[in-house]
Each structure stands twice: as structure tokens, then as C-alpha cells.
């Protein structure tokens, strides 16, 4: 946690056990209470249909998926231990279901599981020097291209139920471009962490669309040219978050070397 190596042993220290509990409570209250206080619009559906005017359902999944693997991509980063993302998703299901905030039905419960398991497992994949280091900038290309196309031939999309833009969709430009820059990022810098969230976020709005509606497949959407723009949203609030946690990993090794580096004058 402090930027040191440590020797991976398979079990947790009591702190670092104490570590996950602390990120396990900040992912979900400030899923359950920062998009309240923070985003334009005072809510998520605000954020992403009043102020992106984004097309549903599920665009949310860029600010709720992306918080959920934030917390869990930078809890691995920190502990550098293999299941620290499932213990800590089991531990968000828990005090979801303790607290009554989120966790309110089977299927909201395992897909934070499944988030997780996907990210531990496509971490441990071989990325450099193999086929698959191309997957991720493929699909945020594609996405990305398609999205801003649509913006371009005035096919915009906004709200649940996938209406015609009446405003500027900001989103479909913002998202777009984010998309674009981070395919040509990923493909001469592969990370597996990017990569990993990037796509555990887009299984996370498939399953939205898959299992939480009155029937399967319910929520999914009215018209096919919206599926790979929300997927591209998921993909961005992927490689968002992921770069986030990246961010403060690189802030705390930064801050490790210097205080083991000797005062100076000394």
C-alpha cells in the first residue's frame, strides 16, 4: 500500500484487511451520495440525459459502473494482492444490504461480483506481445467513430427511451472524442488495468440491459443505433476510472519514495 513491493502470499494482513474495509465504505457512499452533490443535474439520470443528453437506458452506468471500478481497480493497485477487487465487492454488497442503499434486488447484487471477478481475471491475461492487446483500442474505436458519426448525420439520441435530441448532445461529442484519444492511448501504451474496467464496465451495462427489467432483456434498447453509443459511454467511464486510480497510485509511490529518500543535509 505504501509503494513498496511486497511479496504476494495469498492472505491479508490485518491492515490491509482494515485498507479494503475503508475503500469498500468510500465506494459505496460516495456511489450512493456523490452524484447527488457533485454532477450537474443533482443525480446521475440528470447528469447523463438533462446535461449530456445521452440516450438510455442505461447511461447511468458511466458514473455508477465507473465508481464501482474506480474503488476496485485502485484497490489492487494499492494492495497488490490477488481478490482484493472480490473481497472488496462483497464487502460493497454487504454494507449495501446493512445500510439499504443500492443492493436492492439479486441482480444488482452479483453483477458488482462479476465486475470484480472479470477485473481480477483480465488483469492476469497476457496483454504485451499478444492479440489482445488490440481488443480494447478495437472496440473503443469502433464505439467511438460510430458514436461520433451519428452526433455528425444529426442521429442523436436523449433519454430513456431514446427520443431525438432536442438540444446539443454534448455527450455524443465529449464521450466520442474521450473514446478516440484513449483507443490511440491503449493501443501504443497497452494497460491491462484500463482495459480490464473499460470492459467489465460494458458487461456491467449489458447486464443492466439483460436482467434488470420486468423480463429479460427488458431494459434493452428501443433502437440499435443506441447500443454502441452506450456502450461506448460504459467504455469511457471505464478507462476514466481506471485512469483515476491510476493517478493516485502513481501520487502515493511518489509520495513513498520521498519519504524513504534520505532528508536533506542529512
Not at 83 to 108: E, F, K, P
Not at 135 to 159: E, R
Not at 189 to 215: D, E, Q, R, T, V
Amino acid at each position: 500500500m505504501t509503494g513498496k513491493k511486497v511479496k504476494s502470499t495469498g492472505y491479508f494482513s490485518f491492515g490491509e484487511l482494515g485498507f479494503i474495509t475503508l475503500l469498500s465504505v468510500l465506494a459505496v457512499f460516495s456511489g450512493t451520495y456523490a452524484p447527488e452533490y457533485l454532477l450537474p443535474g443533482g443525480s446521475i439520470s440528470g447528469f447523463v440525459h438533462g446535461f449530456l443528453i445521452l440516450p438510455g437506458p442505461g447511461a447511468g452506468v458511466f458514473v455508477f459502473g465507473g465508481i464501482l471500478c474506480f474503488w476496485l481497480v485502485l484497490g489492487l493497485l494499492l494492495i497488490k494482492k490477488t481478490g482484493t477487487a472480490v473481497v472488496m465487492s462483497l464487502l460493497i454488497v454487504a454494507i449495501d444490504l446493512l445500510i439499504g442503499t443500492q443492493a436492492i434486488s439479486i441482480h444488482a447484487i452479483d453483477v458488482i461480483v462479476l465486475v470484480a471477478v472479470i477485473i481480477e481475471v483480465l488483469i492476469r491475461l497476457p496483454l504485451k506481445d499478444t492479440p489482445l492487446k488490440y481488443v480494447t483500442p478495437a472496440l473503443l474505436a469502433v464505439f467511438g467513430a460510430t458514436t461520433l458519426l451519428l452526433f455528425l448525420a444529426g442521429q442523436a439520441k436523449m433519454g430513456e427511451n431514446g427520443a431525438p435530441a432536442t438540444s446539443f448532445p454534448l455527450g455524443y461529442v465529449v464521450i466520442s472524442l474521450i473514446a478516440l484519444c484513449y483507443a490511440v492511448i491503449c493501443y501504443r501504451h497497452p494497460a491491462k488495468y484500463l482495459a480490464a474496467s473499460a470492459i467489465a464496465n460494458m458487461y456491467y451495462l449489458l447486464h443492466f440491459w439483460l436482467f434488470w427489467g420486468s423480463s429479460f432483456a427488458g431494459r434493452f434498447p428501443v433502437t440499435l443505433d443506441i447500443i454502441p453509443v452506450l456502450f461506448c459511454v460504459a467504455a469511457v467511464g471505464g478507462v476514466l476510472s481506471a485512469s483515476g486510480a491510476y493517478a493516485i497510485d502513481l501520487l502515493v509511490k511518489v509520495y513513498s519514495k520521498t519519504e524513504d529518500s534520505p532528508v536533506h543535509g542529512q
